[in-house]
């Protein structure tokens, strides 16, 4: 968070708004939390589970967009197409 979204002063990290009071808790709350299912998208991609992946990175994005993320949810839902794609030509061969 860059500025209070009820005043719009300058963010400075502190869960009470210097200016206008707004308690900033559950904001920051909410930042931490995408921020961790963030992390956990990318460290599924990792290990290639690319549908678990892709949830995670749908689920962090519910709450704060992200480049990060976005990235995380298209790079796992083209690696699962590519994953099925290429389990379905097994079957035909």
Known sequence: MERCPVCRARFKEE????????????????????A???KQAVTLLGVGQWLEARQTAEQAL???YSPLAAVARNFAHRELIASETRRLEQLLL
């Not at 206008?20 to 930042?31: Q, S």
């Open 62 to 64: 519910t709450l704060q």
């Open 15 to 34: 869960p009470i708004c210097y200016r206008c009071g707004a308690d900033l808790g559950p904001l920051l709350a909410i930042e931490t939390e995408a």
């Open 36 to 38: 961790g299912l963030e």
